[in-house]
């Protein structure tokens, strides 16, 4: 069982930058994909970014690609999505999720994952 908890979230001017936290309870977060997703107003869920279990394998969404990074720290059961010139149409509640499987490709599809956090706002305004 994982818990998440997402947190950095704010309002931003575009070009401006954030960083997101998602802190994990749970001994076994070193066992987890995890990824980010997230969903604009009266949009889907969307893939952000996935990070492989041991951090060495990481996938983008295309539109995020060049400006979002994602990282994780497993001594402090973390992850993070660095987030670099952006744009109002970023403009969205992100989700971290976990993935309980162990493989060097994390998933895109939010069926994938297991866990859920509860979200953390952004607003980029233009």
């Known amino acids: 069982q994982v818990q998440l908890v997402e947190s950095g979230g704010g309002l931003v001017q575009g070009g401006g930058s954030l960083r997101l936290s998602c802190a994990a309870s749970?001994?076994?977060?070193?066992?987890?994909?995890l990824g980010w997703f997230r969903q604009g107003l009266g949009k889907e869920r969307e893939f952000v970014a996935a990070?492989?279990?041991?951090?060495?394998?990481?996938e983008y969404a295309d539109p995020v690609k060049g400006r979002f990074t994602i990282s994780r720290d497993n001594a402090k059961n973390t992850v993070y999505l660095q987030m670099n010139s952006l744009k109002p149409e970023d403009t969205a509640v992100y989700y971290c999720?976990?993935?309980?499987?162990?493989?060097?490709?994390?998933?895109?599809?939010?069926?994938?994952?297991?866990?859920w956090g509860q979200g953390t706002q952004v607003t980029v305004s233009s």
């Open positions: 990070i492989s279990w041991n951090g060495y394998n990481t």
């Open positions: 749970g001994r076994t977060f070193r066992n987890y994909n």
């Open positions: 999720a976990a993935e309980s499987i162990m493989t060097m490709s994390p998933g895109r599809q939010p069926d994938s994952y297991d866990y």
